[in-house]
């Protein structure tokens, strides 16, 4: 039982911000693959930013545009074109200004209807939700023109919808939306278009990422916590409530890893159906001399702006370390990669043997603080995202990436480590802990010389500094040869995470929605209830 259309949202479609991004955008070859133009990705347009992304084709659904009711929907504009990404999907835009007027009605129905709690709302909740339901409608209104004789969706909710039920078959369609953001879309079918299967994903939780953010251990006193009381001390009561009621409203709940699904039933209350994994694109990686010239150049970049920000020539056996990830200090491990590189600093001080130069680039957005040297270690910060048009090298992660010798997550709060991965892919052997899903899945691979998995706990942070110490001066130390087996091996352990291997979970979790879909229908077809 596979779908006929699949309809995917979120806040990062066409709209880079963080890892999200990369698991939709790789993930895309695979859906185009196997649904050919039947798979639909559904942003924010943000103009001029969305189109580095997005490239619009006025000839896709046409008439379908034509017979949008925009001023009915409270959206103002609709783009479809091309997420300009591998698989290039289909992909529709949405401006929702109109919908601001209608945020306490729209507030009150979810309250009544699915229990969300709006009231405390604040910061980017509302543009969220609003992009939720918009996307809500738009997929609504889609449906009906692919599906339901070309025409657009009746109004007025659950009841108005079975006459269209009691329809000999159905059109298998599943809708599927990311993070909390895109909560509202979930609620939205479920109330306005229950014939669409519908599945949520939440690749944090956010009560989970607070907690460990605000300093709380999150492991050492895991099952003594309640998501419910921990929002209301985090201020996180209506962001939380909206994801815990798309993920107990949803047909099918997914995560993407073990960690996370222990998360989410002790936190969400709601066990989820299936862990769904995130994989890699491998076409993203440039092979045979392509690689090797992409390898170089890189190291010609790296080296060049290392001597430009530290004052002086870098050598070119120095040994390029990497971390990476949004700002956040304790999260990502940015604070153990810190002390780790001071404990690097000091052994090499203390060594009677003389070792190469270490360049760490701390490519975190945003975070700007002034390069370091300490001995033969340096940190150079690299505050911007890096998709090509930075001013310290105008060049993209993946293209700087390629060139690094080593890189490190050291995550205190990571469910699954797109970093990592992406890490491995480029032949780049990575450091990272048990705490990430991908180290979790990583220290059950053969390959382990080209992934160094750290177990780390509530209180083992500067063990965990000292390992990561060590690690680097040993990495640093290896001869040629032992060098390119860790390559060989890292790049082993992301073959195994390719989207070819890991797209089997989300044909499962299509099926598992659509089953539950299947007996919603079934029993609004009962003649009783009409």
């Not at 692919?146 to 039920?165: D, E, F, H, Y």
């Amino acid at each position: 039982m596979q779908p006929d259309y699949i309809f995917e949202t979120s806040w990062e479609v066409c709209n880079r911000v963080g890892g999200i991004y990369a698991v939709l955008s790789t993930r895309a070859a695979s859906m185009q693959a196997e649904h050919p133009d039947k798979v639909f990705f559904f942003g924010p347009d943000f103009g001029d930013h969305s189109d580095i992304f997005f490239q619009e084709d006025k000839s896709l659904l046409k008439k379908w545009l034509s017979s949008f009711d925009f001023e009915q929907s409270g959206l103002s504009s609709l783009r479809v074109g091309r997420w300009k990404v591998p698989g290039e999907p289909i992909a529709i835009l949405l401006k929702f200004d109109g919908l601001w007027s209608r945020k306490n009605e729209i507030y009150a129905w979810a309250w009544e209807k699915f229990q969300v709690q709006s009231h405390a709302a604040y910061g980017d909740y509302d543009e969220s939700c609003l992009f939720g339901y918009a996307a809500g409608i738009v997929m609504e209104n889609l449906y009906h023109w692919l599906c339901v004789n070309q025409s657009v969706s009746p109004k007025g909710g659950l009841s108005a919808k079975r006459s269209v039920l009691c329809q000999q078959a159905q059109p298998a369609v599943c809708a599927h939306a990311n993070e909390w953001q895109t909560a509202f879309s979930i609620f939205y079918l479920r109330d306005h278009c229950p014939e669409i299967a519908t599945l949520f994903t939440t690749h944090a939780t956010g009560i989970g990422r607070s907690i460990a953010g605000n300093g709380k251990p999150l492991y050492d006193y895991f099952e003594g916590y309640n998501g419910d009381q921990m929002a209301a001390e985090l201020n996180m009561v209506s962001k939380h409530s909206a994801e815990k009621q798309a993920a107990h409203f949803a047909d099918c709940f997914t995560t993407v890893s073990d960690i996370t699904a222990r998360e989410c039933a002790q936190l969400l209350d709601k066990p989820v159906d299936i862990v769904t994994p995130n994989g890699f694109e491998p076409t993203f990686v440039p092979k045979g001399k392509a690689f090797d010239i992409r390898r170089k150049e890189a190291r010609e970049a790296l080296r060049r702006v290392a001597g430009e920000q530290l004052g002086g020539v870098v050598p070119e056996n120095a040994l390029f370390v990497a971390i990476s990830g949004r700002q956040e200090w304790k999260n990502k491990g940015i604070d153990v990669f810190a002390a780790a590189l001071d404990k690097l600093a000091q052994k090499i001080y203390h060594s009677d043997r003389p070792e190469k130069e270490v360049v760490a680039f701390v490519m975190i957005p945003y975070l700007d603080r002034a390069p370091s040297r300490k001995g033969k270690v340096s940190a150079i910060f690299v505050p911007y995202y890096l998709d090509g048009h930075d001013p310290l090298f105008g060049k993209t992660y993946y293209d700087l990436l390629i060139g690094m010798d080593v890189t490190v997550f050291p995550s205190y709060y990571e469910p699954w480590g797109y970093t990592p991965l992406e890490s491995c892919a480029f032949h780049v052997p990575t450091i990272t802990t048990s705490l990430a899903g991908f180290g979790a899945w990583a220290a059950q691979q053969k390959d382990q010389f080209g992934v160094i998995v750290i177990e780390r706990n509530d209180s083992n942070f500067d063990a965990v500094a000292e390992h990561i110490a060590d690690d680097l001066l040993r990495f640093d130390r290896l001869c040629g040869e032992d060098k390119a087996r860790a390559r060989k091996e890292a790049a082993a352990v992301a073959k195994k995470a390719d989207w070819k291997h890991f797209f089997k979970y989300y044909r499962k979790a299509y099926e598992i929605a659509l089953k539950k879909r299947d007996n919603r229908i079934s029993e609004l077809q009962n003649p009783r209830l009409l």
